[in-house]
């Protein structure tokens, strides 16, 4: 069966140091690879996505960027953190486009 | 943009009740679309989907109704359950690209 693991669960980071989150998946090959960030009591952002290795396809302009060296790994990372990068990120993947997605667990990132 | 409105909408319900969570999207392309349910700290976890070409599709306890004519998208639990309560998210392909659009969510509480 397929899973998707992301770590670390919580952060806290002070402004201006880098970020790195990762996320893989196991038990499928060439996933959608997917990172969302979720505000407090708001819905899903989409940041970035991913249909293969190299591959990535931002949505927003952001302090953050993506990246893809493994067919089922994903990266999220920042070279300085702002107070507004706070936030749930998530990473989820879809065997095709816009289809069903699987969430991990996601990622409480703190900065301050 | 946001197909729902900034703020988090909730919807208190009696436990044995049947609880009805909407949605409201915003482009008439969009052709697919999912509820997903979140619990407190953890990832979106898919529910039910169903695909413009219908009205209605039925899963177990859930119900998922669109209607195109008014953009509009209802999620139906039957008999809901304290194991119900979490945050429900519906999600709309918006007809480009991988971008499945979230909309900001409602929090279902079931009282015991």
């Known amino acids: 069966s397929q899973t998707i693991h992301q770590w670390p669960a919580t952060l806290v980071q002070p402004v201006g140091s880098p970020l790195s989150l990762e996320c893989t998946v196991e038990?499928?090959?060439?996933?959608?690879l997917y990172w969302y960030r979720q505000a407090a009591g708001r819905g899903l952002q989409l940041l970035f996505y991913s249909v293969g290795i190299g591959q990535i396809s931002s949505e927003v302009p952001q302090n953050l960027s993506a990246s893809r060296p493994q067919d089922r790994q994903f990266i999220l990372s920042s070279k300085k953190l702002l107070l507004s990068d706070s936030g749930f990120y998530l990473c989820?993947?879809?065997?095709?486009?816009?289809?069903?997605?699987?969430f991990g667990q996601g990622t409480r990132l703190t900065v301050v | 943009g946001e197909s729902v409105g900034l703020h988090l909408p909730t919807l208190s319900v009696q436990e044995g009740d049947n609880s009805i969570i909407n949605c409201a999207y915003s482009n008439s392309a969009s052709d697919y679309f999912i509820w997903y349910k979140q619990e407190s700290g953890k990832g979106p976890q898919f529910i039910i989907d169903?695909?413009?070409?219908?009205d209605k599709r039925q899963g177990q306890r859930v119900t998922v109704l669109l209607n195109k004519t008014v953009k509009h998208l209802s999620l139906q639990i039957a008999a809901t359950q304290p194991g119900d309560s979490a945050v429900y998210f519906c999600?709309?392909?918006?007809?480009?690209?991988?971008?499945?659009?979230f909309g900001a969510g409602t929090r279902l509480t079931v009282k015991p």
């Open positions: 169903i695909r413009s070409n219908m």
């Open positions: 989820a993947w879809s065997v095709f486009p816009n289809t069903e997605a699987f």
């Open positions: 038990g499928t090959s060439n996933p959608n």
């Open positions: 999600a709309e392909n918006m007809g480009r690209g991988n971008d499945m659009r």
